[in-house]
């Protein structure tokens, strides 16, 4: 199974459970295939639980036996792999265009599959997404295509408040 086709499917296993995937990632540990998933939750109105509250040991460690549920019913992993299920983190990435609209206003960094003139790593505050194209703070624009890896990206000051 490719990657985009597992990435598919396991959205689809947590729709309806009030979190969403993030980003996954496949590589190896003890030569084991090792799947990384990186989930959040979804902030829903009146649900009662705090829309920045983000995901918890427990969140993981439920959502973990509910991938590996799936995993092992599909057989995507027939001869065994690792599993690990975290939060995608302050430096989270983005890929969606309803990422760049949650994250407005937020730093990040922006990594393009082509320099575009000569540089290939933009930093900048998200503006907004639409049309497939993503707009910075400062004007620069790129389409959604173009972009290899876009990540939240807070300087230390920022992270403990004092800018």
């Not at 829903?44 to 799936?70: H, M, Q, R, W, Y």
């Amino acid at each position: 199974m490719d990657l985009k086709t597992l990435e598919d499917r396991l959205d689809s296993v947590l729709e309806g459970r009030n979190y969403e995937l993030v980003d996954i990632r496949v590589g190896s540990q003890k030569k084991k295939p090792l799947l990384q998933v990186f989930v959040d939750r979804l902030y829903v109105a009146g649900d009662g639980k705090d829309p920045n509250g983000g995901i918890t040991l427990d969140d993981c460690a439920a959502l973990s036996e509910t991938i590996g549920d799936f995993i092992d019913k599909e057989n995507i992993f027939a001869d065994g792999y690792c599993l690990e299920v975290s939060s995608p983190g302050m430096d989270r990435v983005l890929k969606k265009e309803k990422d760049f609209n949650r994250f407005a206003g937020s730093p990040v960094k922006i990594k393009l599959r082509k320099p575009v003139d000569g540089a290939a790593v933009f930093y900048g505050k998200i503006k907004a997404a639409g049309g497939a194209e993503l707009t910075l703070e400062d004007g620069f624009k790129f389409k959604l295509e173009d972009i290899l890896e876009a990540r939240l990206h807070f300087t230390d000051e920022e992270l403990l408040g004092k800018k």
